[in-house]
């Protein structure tokens, strides 16, 4: 059973008649799609299809022109984006983001300080709860390396390590902030054919075993069909079509898009 499934029926996420202008330039137009609680949802469509715009709406880079984004029911739109990781929502990128002079540990702390609750002043002074603050970041973060395979190369700068590994690291730190939902963008980008298996595996264990809602932007079709519960295909800032892996591979106006066709 699904976490969806003991969870009701109420949408974890919600994205409504969401449209994004950039001057005379749609880049979504009239956009809806709901994702549930467990859920890991797809999103696809080819370049240009206002994939990588609908994610900066929902980590509050850009702000809708029309519509609304709603999350456990409430709008997200009135957060600011350094706000955004209070409310649950992690995200990766599709060009690695990482502080590469610092090490992996370092990194994956940037992202459980978000959950802390020391300020300047309380840092300066090393009080006490600091302290006992300090060291429950430090253990989240060593048991995020832990679970990502990353202990042996916990202490080590980022920059030496190899680009899949540095996917790892990127992801560790989203997870190190206990969000809800982890918006994911292009995680299979650069990684051979073993190590996109063995990202779907990690990306199901994260759904299942910490309880994260997945929302993933990828090209990859053969990961997004074997591990998405639910699809979201979108061509030039419409919604092409919605559902199944199987439904939404089978739709002919995604093949003619974005999949591509015999006649091709």
Request: charged share 25%; with cysteine.
């Amino acid at each position: 059973m699904t976490q969806v499934e003991t969870r009701g029926s109420a949408p974890l996420l919600s994205v409504r008649d969401v449209s994004v202008t950039f001057g005379g330039i749609v880049a979504l137009n009239g956009v809806s799609f709901e994702m549930r609680h467990g859920h890991i949802l797809g999103l696809i469509g080819p370049n240009g299809a206002g994939k990588t715009t609908l994610f900066n709406c929902l980590s509050r880079l850009y702000q809708p022109s029309r519509g609304d984004i709603l999350m456990d029911g409430h709008t997200i739109l009135r957060q600011q984006p350094h706000r955004i990781a209070d409310i649950g929502i992690g995200r990766t990128f599709q060009n690695v983001a990482l502080f590469h002079n610092m090490s992996v540990l370092d990194n994956i702390r940037v992202g459980a300080h978000s959950r802390t609750k020391s300020d300047a002043v309380s840092d300066m002074l090393k009080l006490p709860w600091v302290r006992r603050e300090e060291r429950t970041l430090d253990r989240r973060a060593r048991d995020i390396a832990a679970y990502l395979d990353l202990t042996d190369v916990a202490d080590l700068k980022v920059a030496g390590l190899p680009f899949g590994t540095q996917k790892r690291v990127e992801l560790g730190r989203a997870l190190a902030a206990e969000p809800k939902i982890l918006l994911l963008d292009e995680p299979a980008g650069g990684l051979n054919h073993e190590e996109v298996h063995a990202l779907g595996d990690l990306i199901r264990r994260i759904r299942d075993e910490r309880g994260v809602s997945v929302l993933l932007v990828e090209h990859h079709m053969g990961l997004v069909m074997s591990i998405a519960d639910h699809v979201v295909a979108l061509n030039f800032g419409k919604k092409l079509a919605e559902g199944t892996p199987a439904a939404v591979q089978s739709d002919p106006d995604v093949i003619k898009a974005y999949l591509g066709s015999k006649d091709q």
